[in-house]
């Protein structure tokens, strides 16, 4: 098993442009998650899913969008980043409510 | 709302030390509580988790603890060694239904050969 996976690992957008990060992985995991961490903040949840075709709204949504059509993936887009948009991201998968396993980060930089 | 704090945010011990690392939290009523470990540039590797019914965990040189009534846990390192110089986080688990955690912003351990 891959575990879970980020891509791209780093990234710089101009403010205004979108992008999507993506998050797959290989554990037939109902629960994905993601977060994204500041210094000396912790993580925060941005959105999370409970299963494919279900998506939730976490602590700081706003100017994500999520969806999840398939078990596997869970992409997060950035509809028009903003330098408050600088972070890095976290996604998370796990089979129950008790667990997380994290992917390595996507980090990103908007200028 | 939910609020977790760690103290300190950064802590220096000479190899062989035992140390405490602390966690509080605001609201009492969570389901669980999980510690985690982050190297520098990487992702999140969980150590313990402690359910809100339990009062420790244990893993080899660590031990958890939690005292829900009071929003505290700590985490017990033994017999530091340089490769536990990491981040350590905890976080918050608010019930068993969207697995949603808060965490903590951290503590970031350097243990000196």
């Known amino acids: 098993n891959a575990g879970v996976t980020q891509t791209p690992k780093f990234q710089v957008l101009k403010t205004g442009q979108s992008m999507t990060l993506q998050c797959a992985q290989d554990m037939n995991h109902e629960y994905m998650s993601w977060y994204r961490q500041d210094p000396g903040m912790g993580l925060r949840l941005i959105h999370y899913s409970v299963g494919a075709g279900i998506t939730d709204q976490g602590e700081v949504p706003n100017g994500y969008n999520v969806s999840r059509s398939t078990t596997e993936d869970f992409p997060l887009r950035l509809l028009s980043a903003a330098p408050s948009q600088t972070s890095v991201y976290f996604c998370a998968s796990s089979p129950n409510p008790y667990e997380q396993y994290f992917g390595p980060g996507t980090r990103l930089t908007v200028t | 709302k939910q609020e977790v704090t760690q103290i300190p945010a950064a802590l220096s011990v000479p190899e062989g030390e035992n140390l405490v690392l602390n966690c509080s939290f605001t609201d009492s009523a969570i389901y669980n509580l999980q510690w985690f470990r982050q190297d520098p540039g990487k992702g999140l590797t969980s150590l313990l988790l402690?359910?809100?019914?339990?009062r420790e965990q244990t893993s080899g040189r660590l031990n958890a603890s939690l005292d829900k009534s009071s929003g505290r846990s700590t985490l017990y390192i033994a017999a530091s060694q340089p490769g536990d110089s990491a981040t350590y986080l905890c976080a918050v688990r608010r019930d068993n239904a969207g697995n949603m955690l808060t965490f903590g912003g951290g503590t970031r351990l350097m243990v000196k050969p």
């Open positions: 402690i359910q809100s019914s339990q």
